[in-house]
C-alpha cells in the first residue's frame, strides 16, 4: 500500500484581486510619512513627560539640571505639598461637578438646538443662524458678563461656572451640520411607522450622531474642566472654588507670597511644585481622552465639511 506524500511547504498567498503592487517612490513615501509622524508624536509628547519627570525630581537635581526627563532620584515632596489638605480633593469634586453636569446639560441644549436649526422648515431658521454665528465673532465682555450673572442670582453658585456657557456657538455648528448630512428619507420612515417628532430624535438622529456626540462633549467637558477666569469673577467663597484656581493659590503659596490657601511647613521647591501642579490638573483629562479617541476625529470631520 501506497501513501501519497503530504507537501510540507505551503503555497504562497495569492494576491488579492484588484490589488496593485506598490511603486518604489510610494513605499518611500510611506517609511518617510511614518518617520516624520513618529518623530512629531515624540516632539508633542516630550513636554508632558518633562512635567512628569520635573513633579518626581528632588531639589537638589532641580537646581543643577534644567530639563528633566527621567530623574535620578524619584521625590513625592511635590504631590504630597499639594496634596496635604481636604481643601484640594474638595476643590476636585467641585470641578468633577460643573464638568459632568454641565457637559450634560450642554450636550442636551446643543442638540435640541442644532437638530432644529438643521430644518430648512424652521420658522426664522436664517435669523437664528446669524445670530448664533454673529456671537462668534462678538462678545459682551467680561463687565456685561458679570452684570447678568449678579442680576441672575448667581454669584457664589456653582451655576455661574455652567448656565453662562451651556451653548457653545461652535460647537452648535458642528453638530448643525452633522444633523444636516443625515438623510431625510431615514426620519420620513420613523415619522410613517408613528414617531413623533422627540421620537425621531431619540430613536433616530442621536444613535446615528454618537460620534458627533462623543466629539463635542470632549469640547465641552475640557472647556469646563479648566474653568479659571468665570470662577475667579463669579466665586468668591474660597470652599467653591474649581481645582484651576485652587492650583493657582498653592502655586503662589509655593513662590512663597501671600494668597488664601493652606500651607503646611516644609515648602518643596517653587518648579516642583508647579510640575506637579499642572499634572494634577492635566491627567484627568487625559484619562476620559482615549475613550472617546475613535470618535474624535470622525466627529469633528464630518460636522465641519458641510456647509
Known sequence: MTT?????????????????????G???????????LTGFALICLVPFLHVIGSS????????????????????????RYILSTPTIFRAMGVSVFVTVVGTFLSL???????????????PGRRSINFLV?????????MIPSFIVVSKLGLLDSLWSLILPVTVNAFNLVIM????????????????????????????????????SIATIGLFYAVTYWNTYMGAVLFINDSSKWP?????????IVSSGMNADATSVDVVPPAQSVKMAVIAVATLPM??????????????AMIGSVKG
Open 108 to 122: 442636551v441644549v446643543t442638540a435640541m438646538m442644532a437638530y432644529a436649526l438643521a430644518k430648512p422648515t424652521l
Open 133 to 141: 454665528v454673529f456671537t462668534m465673532l462678538f462678545s459682551g465682555g
Open 243 to 251: 481645582i484651576q484656581v485652587l492650583l493657582r493659590q498653592v502655586v
Open 4 to 24: 501519497t506524500p503530504i507537501p510540507t511547504d505551503r503555497p504562497a498567498p495569492r494576491r488579492r484581486r484588484g490589488a496593485r503592487r506598490r511603486t518604489p
Open 176 to 211: 448643525r451640520n452633522f444633523f444636516q448630512g443625515i438623510p431625510d428619507s431615514l426620519e420620513e420612515a420613523a415619522r410613517i411607522d408613528g414617531c413623533s417628532e422627540i421620537g425621531v430624535f431619540l430613536r433616530v438622529v442621536l444613535p446615528l450622531s454618537m460620534a
Open 26 to 36: 510610494e513605499r518611500i513615501f510611506s517609511v518617510v510619512n511614518v518617520v516624520l
Open 286 to 299: 487625559l484619562a476620559v481622552y482615549p475613550f472617546v479617541q475613535r470618535y474624535f476625529v470622525k466627529g
Open 56 to 79: 518626581l525630581a528632588t531639589p537638589g537635581e532641580l537646581a543643577t539640571r534644567n530639563f528633566v526627563i527621567v530623574p535620578r532620584e524619584w521625590s513625592l515632596a511635590a504631590y
